[in-house]
């Protein structure tokens, strides 16, 4: 009697898990209406299909959320590194005025256009180090986010998630984001405990 309860009990399981992965595929395909045709019909029915199944026990839901949490919290570090550094560059510039203004008023006339000359250049080379110190640290922060993106890819393909993989092809990466923000509306809408209604 016990064997045939546990059959009964896994038999209703299977049926649940088929119920919610209607539920899911359903909703996945309500919410791809919403996407731009182009992108519409890269999703295929398949694809929608896997997707349904990766999200099925919830896990993928938590993987995306502690995802975009990780995100948020490297770009707002990265932000806070470029402030710094403009902020060290407006206090260098503040630093130069000051040191040319009291330099030409303790210059004597006719050597003023010497000074101002020498005070040019000194500018000069000043703004080119800061540019240069500027674009490297925007060439850091792409390389960072563009690291932090290969991640996501890979912890998104390695958790199973259909059309994730690492790539920096920007038509892929557009449809992984597609792809993303349908996992997030699906999250928004209470899908990921399975109990809430779609």
């Known amino acids: 009697m016990e064997r045939y309860a546990g059959a009964l009990e896994e038999a209703m399981d299977g049926a649940r898990q088929q119920e919610r992965h209607y539920q899911l595929l359903s909703a996945l395909q309500s919410l791809v209406k919403e996407l731009p045709s182009s992108f519409q019909q890269r999703l295929s029915y398949t694809t929608l299909s896997d997707l349904a ?9 938590e993987i995306v959320q502690g995802l975009l949490e990780i995100q ?5 570090s990265l932000y806070n590194q470029r402030l710094r550094l403009q902020n060290e560059h ?3 510039r503040q630093a130069l005025r ?7 008023q303790a210059c004597r006339p006719h050597n003023l256009p010497v000074l101002q000359a020498a005070q040019q250049r000194e500018l000069e080379a000043v703004e080119h180090r800061i540019r240069e110190e500027q674009r490297a640290m925007d060439q850091k ?3 960072e986010l563009d690291r932090k993106v290969a991640d996501q890819q890979s912890t998104l ?6 059309g994730f993989y690492v790539t920096t092809n920007p038509q892929e990466l557009t449809l992984q984001m597609n792809l993303l923000e349908l ?12 109990k809430a209604a779609l």
């Open 53 to 61: 199944l990766a999200l099925l026990d919830g896990t993928v839901f």
């Open 72 to 76: 948020h919290l490297t770009e707002k």
């Open 90 to 92: 407006r206090v260098l």
């Open 98 to 104: 000051q040191k040319h203004q009291e330099a030409q």
């Open 141 to 143: 922060i792409v390389l």
């Open 157 to 162: 393909e390695k958790a199973g998630v259909a």
């Open 183 to 194: 996992i997030r509306k699906l999250q928004q809408r209470g899908c990921q405990t399975g």
